[in-house]
């Protein structure tokens, strides 16, 4: 139960990879072992999990326990996978977040014990439970009234002390782009800067962790607010800090994965989703217009690409992509297990109807293919 319960599943899902089985070797062609993944009948029998009133019953029955017990940080990631499981508007999805909201209450997290009872309200809590509902939220104001609160901001980010870069907004003025025969390119300092200035202070665009952490942390920013996270809509792996994350996660990659969650979490191996993540990213800045993506992509990439020119302060997503993609990646040697998760992603994203949708052809399936393997090998 608790994250015990949930690394349980996570690992069930694991235990199903078709390239754990003693039969495939690594060192095969990565066509022979895409062949050999296609062909299991595992991964071709795993069904998706799905929202289910019963799943997510049994998931904050679960958190009751540790709530009884007054482990409230387990009890608070059973909830989350009861919020995951349930469906959309159900009873179930507003207990799910009032239950969370007296963890909150608690650990004298008052604001986000308000967010959470803000979320049960508008998610059908029961009528028949809304006064002790009401009264846990009386409650929350007197405290902060009262002078008790923790803010609404769990960890402070420390904020810049030094002259910041208007084009960007997240590095410090004097900050450059330097290249170096060896190592590639790099950041270097134009001035002299003190002790304890902070340079750069980036939030992520492109990012991903692994399954085990899908109910503890936002799987757009990696923010790990786990008291205040909100589910997809429509899988039952992926969680968000606010709406905002989940949209934008959405629109960029996750529309593309969601169909098949389930399989993806099955082949994963440790943050390696990042490689048809960047592709997809790059899918949406072409209009999902994959003739013009591979007329861009196939052409001559250039290693002296600097994405400090851009004005980050106006960010043109498409010239991200594109400096990122004329970026040789520092290869030290080829991967196996880079092979492995390649044919794996190949074969679960093609199982995606919206996918196949778009890659249509053999010449789309090489592209995407190629795509996947520069990174690797």
């Not at 754990?20 to 069904?47: C, F, H, M, T």
């Not at 962790?209 to 809509?233: M, T």
Request: net charge neutral; aromatic share 10%.
């Amino acid at each position: 139960m608790g994250r015990d319960q949930e690394d349980s599943m996570i690992s069930d899902l694991l235990a199903k990879n078709p390239c754990r089985s003693g039969e495939l070797d690594l060192n095969w062609p990565v066509e022979r072992i895409i062949k050999y993944v296609a062909g299991s009948s595992q991964l071709a029998g795993l069904e998706e999990l799905c929202k289910s009133d019963l799943e997510a019953s049994k998931l904050r029955e679960f958190g009751n326990h540790f709530y009884r017990l007054r482990n409230l940080v387990e009890a608070t990631f059973c909830y989350n996978q009861a919020i995951c499981r349930a469906p959309p508007d159900s009873e179930q999805l507003g207990m799910g977040y009032a239950n969370r909201s007296a963890i909150c209450f608690e650990l004298g997290e008052y604001e986000m014990a308000l967010f959470n009872i803000q979320l049960a309200r508008k998610h059908n809590y029961p009528d028949k439970l809304m006064a002790k509902l009401l009264e846990r939220e009386r409650n929350c104001r007197q405290r902060i009234a009262d002078g008790h609160s923790k803010g609404t901001v769990p960890n402070t980010r420390m904020g810049f002390n030094v002259d910041i870069n208007p084009r960007i907004p997240f590095l410090a003025k004097g900050i450059a782009m330097g290249y170096d025969p060896k190592f590639g390119r790099g950041l270097v300092a134009e001035k002299d800067f003190n002790a304890g200035d902070l340079i750069l202070d980036e939030t992520s665009e492109l990012f991903v962790h692994e399954f085990s952490l899908c109910f503890q942390r936002c799987n757009q920013c990696s923010a790990s607010l786990y008291q205040i996270l909100i589910p997809c809509r429509t899988c039952v792996l992926l969680m968000y800090c606010s709406e905002k994350c989940r949209e934008l996660h959405w629109k960029l990659f996750h529309r593309f994965e969601c169909g098949v969650v389930t399989k993806l979490c099955c082949v994963s191996g440790t943050g390696d989703i990042i490689t048809p993540r960047f592709f997809f990213y790059g899918l949406t800045q072409f209009g999902d217009d994959l003739q013009a993506m591979m007329e861009y992509c196939e052409k001559e990439v250039s290693t002296q690409s600097n994405p400090l020119e851009l004005d980050f302060a106006n960010l043109d997503r498409m010239e991200w992509f594109k400096v990122l993609h004329n970026t040789h990646p520092r290869v030290l040697d080829s991967s196996p297990g880079g092979k492995r998760a390649v044919a794996s992603y190949f074969v679960v994203f093609l199982m995606n109807p919206v996918v196949k949708s778009i890659i249509r052809t053999e010449a789309h399936r090489q592209f995407f293919l190629r795509s996947l393997l520069s990174t690797v090998v």
